[in-house]
């Protein structure tokens, strides 16, 4: 397994270099402090964290997985005392609001910091990662009670948080659940059914875990209209804050399963549990898509970690592997062969990976910071910001995670055979980062969402609000020594809007339409969005350049990288664009016997 270095240069060059933080935190109510300079120094100790107390542990926690008994679940050796120093540490609180004990740093900061950890050691991350869609949760949608009574313990950390949609039965269609809620003469509701694949759902971390569940309530109307939210403490809450008796939620079994071997999945039987109705009955999906979007965008980093963590093996591999010499002459003359970073096609793999770490670091980055602006930005920034998100998160999510597999696959491939077995490491990135094309909400259904309800169902005005921000770079950096980007841009950001307009018309007719091109139709996107942060990565080191800044190594680099992925990856887009438009007859017409056949 590759030891993790935390890519502080790049970070910082997203954060200070490409992307306007400064001036945008400077002008957000209560983010004044969040400084360039501290943002540096937390994100340095970050990086010391995940390097020195997860990255040792990533490897060792594959091995051992997480062993259930009656008594509850046992987390890898190493881990309980990680999340302990990650607690002492303040990690928890750092972006959450000051009334609750957080530290009221931007949610931003805490993707950068999610990255950091998440890279180091994903199934780690999960423990503390579901936690903070619960705290958004309990933020947004509680009543003065429930976030006194439970905030200040998760932004803490002392308790962790879960998200229970999933039954046996249903995942993606969470209209079919069948967990119910019975009011309760106390004005609590007793909650009975079984959830599965809970993540966090039982370890041995915290002092109480509390889960958000989605149940119905007798009456209640079918399908997701029917949905309400709950919140179920592990061990009931006392008035006073202190923990009262065991709850009727146990965590029954964990699951054997490919991947993120250290996370507990859970399967939760919910036993008549005391449970607390969140906000207004029936209204639970509508809430839930607060947890839903966090996770997303926390899922999204998923994609970004296994990338990097396959990219930094990968070349320290390739720089040293010798196999052959470089079709252009000895580059190793002393040596028996030349190192396989030499071969055309291993730079090839090397330099996806490459593209797609960087290039989705600057997407997610600024995608928080959109996040950010809806928080905290004036009315009319508010509003512009959330429509920018309702694109790009099902784009960040699925495409950065397909994307990522993509890169953690290169991985075992430029390893060769050691690839594939297990002491080199790189069969575990592809195996972890398998999971985060499926876990909240598959490939499929956020390509429905994007193609469905974000271009469609807004009459194409969301995409065009986004359009029209690529424009205004392109319109702003329009001088010739740009135009290798910016010009190829443009011209894909045309292509984009003219092609959805012909999806949109054919989807009126047929319905099917909208689903056949979907998948095809979020790749496309994705690759034309990646190219966008490319691009602006590109006219950043353009510039650096031209003023004669130092670094110039580190800014021809970003150059190069960004020419390689308007070359060779971005003209994927004419595939899924050929593929998009040949419509939905060959997928529909086969009638379901023929495909025995
Ligand atoms: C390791 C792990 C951790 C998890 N953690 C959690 C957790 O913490 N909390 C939680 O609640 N859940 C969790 N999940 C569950 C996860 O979110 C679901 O498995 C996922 O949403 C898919 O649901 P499903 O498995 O029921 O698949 P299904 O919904 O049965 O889907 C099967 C296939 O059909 C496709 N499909 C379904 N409907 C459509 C459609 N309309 N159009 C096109 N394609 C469609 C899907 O894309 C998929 O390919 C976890 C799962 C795993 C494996």
Redesign the pocket.
């Known amino acids: 397994m590759p030891s993790y270095k935390a890519p502080l240069r790049d970070i910082q060059f997203v954060i200070n270099e490409v992307l306007d933080t400064e001036n945008l935190y400077a002008g957000l109510k209560g983010y004044e402090e969040a400084t360039p300079d501290l943002m540096n120094a937390i994100i340095e100790e970050g990086a010391k964290f995940a390097e020195n107390v997860l990255s040792p542990l990533n490897q060792s926690g594959d091995e051992e997985g997480c062993v259930w008994s009656e008594e509850g679940v046992k987390t890898p050796e190493g881990f309980a005392d990680a999340y302990k120093q990650y607690v002492d540490n303040g990690w928890p609180s750092l972006s959450a609001e000051p009334e609750f004990g957080g530290q009221d740093m931007p949610n931003m900061l805490g993707i950068v910091i999610n990255e950091l950890a998440g890279t180091a050691n994903w199934s780690w991350l999960m423990y503390p990662g579901?936690s903070h869609g619960c705290i958004k949760t309990l933020e947004a949608h509680g009543s003065p009670e429930q976030k006194e009574q439970y905030l200040p313990k998760l932004v803490a950390g002392n308790w962790t948080g879960?998200?229970?949609?999933?039954e046996s039965h249903?995942?993606?269609?969470l209209g079919l659940l069948r967990t119910k809620a019975e009011p309760q003469a106390d004005g609590s509701y007793a909650i009975t059914g079984t959830?599965?694949?809970?993540?966090?759902?039982e370890h041995d971390m915290s002092d109480n875990i509390v889960h958000i569940v989605i149940a119905r309530m007798p009456d209640a109307p079918e399908g997701t209209k029917g949905i309400s939210l709950f919140v179920v403490p592990k061990f009931n809450v006392n008035e006073d804050g202190s923990l009262g008796d065991r709850n009727g939620v146990h965590c029954a079994s964990i699951?054997k399963?490919m991947g993120?071997k250290a996370?507990a999945?859970c399967v939760m039987n919910f036993d008549g549990a005391k449970g607390y109705l969140i906000g207004e009955p029936n209204r639970g999906l509508n809430m839930m898509f607060t947890f839903m979007n966090t996770a997303r965008i926390g899922t999204a980093i998923q994609g970004l970690a296994h990338a990097e963590l396959a990219y930094q093996g990968s070349l320290e591999y390739a720089r040293e592997r010798l196999a052959m010499r470089s079709l252009t002459g000895p580059k190793n003359p002393d040596g028996p062969a030349d190192p396989i970073i030499v071969h055309p096609d291993v730079r090839r793999m090397l330099l996806t990976q490459k593209s797609i770490a960087e290039g989705s670091r600057a997407m997610l980055y600024y995608l928080a910071q959109l996040g950010d602006i809806v928080d905290r930005g004036d009315e009319e920034a508010a509003k512009k910001a959330d429509d920018l998100m309702a694109v790009l998160t099902p784009i960040a999510k699925a495409f950065v995670t397909e994307a990522g597999l993509e890169a953690a696959n290169h991985g075992i491939q430029i390893y060769g055979g050691h690839g594939f077995i297990r002491e080199w490491g790189m069969e575990q990135i592809a195996r972890d980062a398998r999971?985060a094309t499926?876990?909240?909400?598959?490939?499929?259904?956020q390509a429905?969402d994007l193609i469905g309800r974000k271009i469609l169902g807004s009459g194409g005005k969301l995409l065009m609000g986004f359009t029209e921000m690529m424009g205004e770079f392109v319109e702003a950096n329009s001088d010739e020594s740009y135009a290798e980007f910016t010009g190829a841009l443009s011209t894909y950001k045309d292509e984009w809007l003219t092609m959805s307009l012909e999806v949109g018309g054919k989807a009126m007719e047929n319905p099917d339409e909208a689903?056949a091109a979907?998948v095809d139709y979020l790749m496309y996107s994705g690759y034309v969005v990646l190219g966008y942060f490319w691009a602006q990565m590109a006219v950043a080191a353009q510039k650096k350049i031209a003023e004669g800044e130092g670094d110039t190594a580190f800014y021809e680099a970003k150059l190069m990288t960004a020419r390689f992925y308007f070359e060779r990856i971005l003209p994927r887009t004419a595939s899924h664009k050929l593929a998009l438009l040949s419509g939905a007859d060959n997928l529909m017409e086969m009638p379901e016997a023929m495909f025995a056949f």
């Open positions: 579901l879960t998200m229970c949609l999933t249903c995942g993606s269609d959830k599965i694949f809970i993540s966090a759902g699951e399963k993120i996370s999945t999971i499926l876990y909240e909400g598959t490939t499929g259904i429905l689903g979907s």
